[in-house]
């Protein structure tokens, strides 16, 4: 079945730096979209993406839609502390009315560099 | 964004009882919603799909006795975790379709525990 590819596993950041992260696949997705989980949360959609392509940015967050339908990247800019958290991918393959299930990615983990 | 209410948000149980999850769509309708089980560390596991007005779609390998999935109207839809385990421990997540394609917005979820 379709999987995705999500990377990395995890991660340390250091208040400041920016952050990237991405997601690849062998099917294409017509839709890309990236989630936030907080511990013991339900995920929050912070970038929907539809088309190939498509640069989109919410506040200090940025993601592509990839030119090939396969594949996604998340930016983070200057990070924050409560940038931390569990960030999921997730490639959609419904169009319009038929919004299929998500596939999801395995999570990347964000946490503050000790 | 939409808002999806899970209810409760942790339950403890014992052994052999039953315990629903509601999930409520609470500024727009949701035709369909998705249930999701997280185990610790974990990514989502789709468990069914729930259809208003007919029967749910369970995944491969999901118990459609043991987790009775009732989608009753537009705005609620509910999950019970019949003759629970110690082993159905876990984080329950629903999901409810929102207007843009393959948009989902998640409720907040559910930690049972089967004690």
């Known amino acids: 079945g379709q999987q995705l590819n999500q990377s990395p596993q995890s991660m340390f950041i250091q208040e400041g730096e920016d952050v990237s992260m991405n997601c690849t696949s062998s099917?294409?997705?017509?839709?890309w979209l990236w989630y936030k989980q907080d511990p013991g949360e339900g995920p929050v959609l912070l970038i929907a993406?539809?088309?190939?392509?498509e640069l989109t940015s919410n506040g200090r967050l940025t993601a592509q839609f990839g030119i090939t339908r396969k594949d996604s990247f998340l930016n983070i800019s200057a990070s924050i502390p409560s940038d931390v958290g569990i960030y999921f991918c997730?490639?959609?393959?419904?169009?319009?009315?038929?919004?299929?299930?998500?596939?999801f990615g395995k999570g990347t983990k964000l946490s503050v560099k000790p | 964004g939409a808002v999806v209410s899970q209810h409760p948000s942790r339950v403890i149980c014992k052994s052999g009882t039953s315990v629903k999850i509601e999930c409520r769509s609470l500024?727009?309708?949701?035709?369909?919603m998705f249930w999701y089980r997280q185990f610790p560390k974990k990514s989502l596991m789709l468990m069914a799909t729930s259809n208003e007005g007919s029967k749910a779609t369970y995944e491969q390998g999901v118990e459609k006795d043991k987790f009775l999935i009732n989608h009753a109207s537009l705005t609620l839809s509910t999950l019970t975790v019949t003759s629970a385990h110690p082993e159905d421990s876990s984080f329950y997540i629903c999901?409810?379709?929102?207007?843009?394609?393959?948009?989902?917005?998640f409720g907040e979820g559910s930690r049972l525990t089967v004690l």
């Open positions: 099917s294409i997705f017509n839709t």
């Open positions: 999901s409810a379709r929102g207007s843009g394609p393959g948009e989902l917005f």
């Open positions: 993406l539809y088309k190939a392509g």
């Open positions: 500024d727009f309708q949701a035709t369909t």
């Open positions: 997730a490639g959609g393959v419904g169009r319009g009315g038929s919004q299929g299930n998500l596939i």
